[in-house]
């Protein structure tokens, strides 16, 4: 493939998942803000889920969209980086689908209705005490491992824009003037 730029799907997916998952972390965040069983902190917990579900709609389309429009070469050659890059990229993609999965999962296993808008999703976990622990146990902790994951992709962006003075953040900001 010879592209050289992001298809602007991609591009508007990029940040409307960067979005979705930031407001997701923070609402979750400020769940602990609020005694337990309080009306904000059961908001706090429905928001998140609610995101969570969009985050896994939006990370859907961007994968069909990556498949049909492809993604530009890269602009480092250097071996070792481009599998550090693609290992990134393909460990985000599997956590914002699965993180969503998860929650469904110890939602339903705690014996809770999972609402998408004014739909409910059938129940399709029982009831179960332990597998929502390790379901919610896991979900919090790939959860925490997101921040990680998300400070060292936007340092990479930044290396590359600074450092390294390529065109790689500039990109996904749909900012590089096409060659003709």
């Known amino acids: 493939m010879s592209r050289k730029h992001y298809h602007p799907a991609s591009i508007f997916f990029h940040w409307l998942i960067f979005t979705l998952v930031i407001l997701a972390l923070g609402v979750i965040e400020l769940k602990g803000q609020f005694p337990r069983g309080s009306e904000p902190r059961e908001l706090c917990k429905t928001v998140h ?8 709609i939006a990370m859907f389309i961007r994968l069909c969209v ?12 250097n071996k070792p ?3 550090l890059a693609k290992g990134l990229h393909w460990t985000f993609y599997l956590l914002l689908l699965t993180l969503p999965i998860m929650g469904f999962i110890f939602l339903q296993a705690g014996g809770k ?3 998408f808008l004014s739909w409910v999703w059938p129940e399709l976990i029982s009831p179960n005490p332990d597998i929502k622990k390790i379901f919610k146990e896991s979900h919090e902790w790939l ?8 400070g060292l992709h936007a340092l990479a962006g ?4 600074y450092l390294l003075k390529d065109d790689t953040l500039r990109r996904m900001l749909n900012k590089i003037k096409p060659s003709h």
């Open 158 to 161: 930044l290396w590359h824009h």
């Open 66 to 77: 990556r498949l049909k429009y492809g993604v530009p070469e890269p602009l480092n050659l």
């Open 113 to 115: 209705e999972v609402h």
């Open 49 to 56: 889920s609610f995101l969570g579900q969009l985050i896994f």
């Open 81 to 83: 980086l481009l599998v």
């Open 143 to 150: 959860g925490n491992a997101l921040y990680f994951l998300i």
